[in-house]
């Protein structure tokens, strides 16, 4: 306990000292948890001075958690001399009842359909060299209920139709920015908030985001922020080379020239071939244009073949950077899945997936609880990794959970042990239950 509440220290600006107390009993009780994380269970857990009530009080207080996690970050992860990308994306649970606030029907890509639940839409800092995801902000989503729309009776059209082809006089205009979808639109003012929270610390260049946003109303709403978009068009997409041929001298300019063949391309384009257990892994790059795009992007088509059955498939990933490198452009979409890390260990460990609250503050309490504790939880892992490297969550849970019984049970005792032997006796009951038990040293008594 004297641990959590020394590593909570760092967050005593932004939080009232009543409130870090009752957070330090909440993240005591999440640590030696081993059922489902409610307020019930937690206070089942906690030490004098964690009771439901208190618990319950932490749930219902207005806690600014966007500073929180940044000034975890920036303490406890942050490293000058390393380089950080941004990621993005929604995770989506299931929720039963009616009352939840932001109840709501969402895609779930773990179940592949809608489900009823609750959504939330997650910007990550990702560490490149580390290769590890640490989440900073995290809003719920909130659909609007959809009005019917009003019939109106069909009139008859008396104007005019216009004669075919270009009208006389007309000019050339540039492509008018996108209309944002009411999505785009909760995103971009939630990307405000989080990059706002970075300038003047911390520079990122590049938000990454799946297939889902591989399109122009995102890449336009990224770059408007000043980051550059890298993200994942659909396999059908419809690419084009740029116009190189010869003006015929009438007409417009052409702009879009062949269109590609992602399964065929050209030689010219081709930036590594391998082969591997039978497979054969091409990787081009080339500047193309698509029609729904108004400036040419960078795009990266990663194509594989199996030889013997010469079947094959391919993705293909874009940024609107057109001077990033193939590497860097493949390595940085392939380290987005670390967010998805994030969102599975806050579901499995930290009761991103349980709590049972349905007020507004109590909800967002909740789901940010969780993800600060994927954070949380990696400051206590990276200490005890340095002489365990598989020390896992679990490992880590139940070292904490062995340490309490033993707390328990040494109250009773009407004398308590020495030091030395108390110390042997608390590291052997934390190995229990270890699935990563430590080397344990022969007993000196």
């Known amino acids: 306990m004297t641990e959590i509440v020394a590593l909570l220290q760092s967050i ?46 932490l749930y219902h207080t207005p806690i600014l958690w966007l500073q929180i996690q940044w000034i975890l970050f920036t303490s406890k992860f942050h490293q000058p001399d390393r380089e950080y990308i941004a990621a993005g994306d929604e995770v989506v649970f299931g929720k039963a009842g009616k009352e939840t606030h932001g109840l709501g029907r969402f895609f779930s890509s773990l179940q592949n359909r809608v489900i009823p639940g609750l959504s939330f839409f ?66 971009q003012s939630i990307l405000q908030a989080f990059l706002a929270v970075l300038k003047g610390v911390l520079t990122v260049r590049y938000l990454v985001m799946d297939g889902h946003f591989g399109n122009y109303p995102s890449a336009w709403m990224v770059l408007q922020t000043g980051l550059q978009l890298v993200s994942k068009f659909r396999s059908d997409a419809a690419l084009f080379e740029p116009f190189a041929g010869k003006y015929c001298g009438h007409g417009p300019h052409p702009t879009y020239g062949d269109k590609v063949d992602v399964r065929n391309m050209k030689k010219k384009y081709l930036k590594s071939d391998e082969t591997e257990a039978g497979i054969r892994t091409q990787i081009y790059q080339a500047t193309l244009l698509n029609r729904e795009f108004a400036a040419p992007i960078n795009v990266v088509v990663i194509l594989k073949t199996n030889l013997s059955s010469k079947k094959q498939a391919h993705v293909i990933l874009f940024s609107t950077d057109l001077e990033l490198s193939y590497q860097k452009l493949y390595d940085y979409y392939t380290l987005r899945f670390q967010i998805e890390f994030n969102f599975r260990d806050a579901k499995q460990y930290w009761g991103l997936d349980d709590f049972m609250n349905v007020k507004q503050e109590a909800v967002t309490n909740a789901a940010n609880l969780s993800f600060f504790m994927v954070n949380f939880s990696s400051v206590l892992l990276r200490q005890y990794r340095k002489n365990n490297p598989e020390f896992s969550v679990l490992d880590l849970k139940s070292h904490y959970r062995g340490h309490r019984y033993v707390a328990e049970t040494i109250k009773l005792l009407p004398q308590k042990p020495d030091g030395i032997l108390l110390t042997e006796i608390f590291q052997h009951i934390a190995r229990l239950g270890m699935v990563h038990p430590a080397f344990e040293p022969s007993s000196t008594a």
């Open 122 to 187: 997650v910007f990550s800092l990702i560490d490149v060299q580390a290769r590890q995801s640490y989440p900073i902000q995290a809003v719920q989503i909130i659909k609007e209920p959809k009005q019917p729309k009003k019939k109106e009776k069909e009139k008859p059209s008396k104007e005019k139709k216009r004669p075919v082809g270009r009208p006389k006089g007309s000019k050339n205009r540039k492509k008018e920015p996108p209309i944002l979808s009411p999505e785009l639109l909760r995103i």
């Open 12 to 57: 005593a600006p932004v939080i009232s000292t009543t409130t870090l107390r009752q957070l330090s009993q909440v993240v005591y009780g999440m640590l030696i948890s081993n059922g489902r994380i409610t307020m019930l269970e937690l206070s089942r857990w906690t030490e004098k001075g964690g009771s439901y009530r208190t618990i319950q009080r």
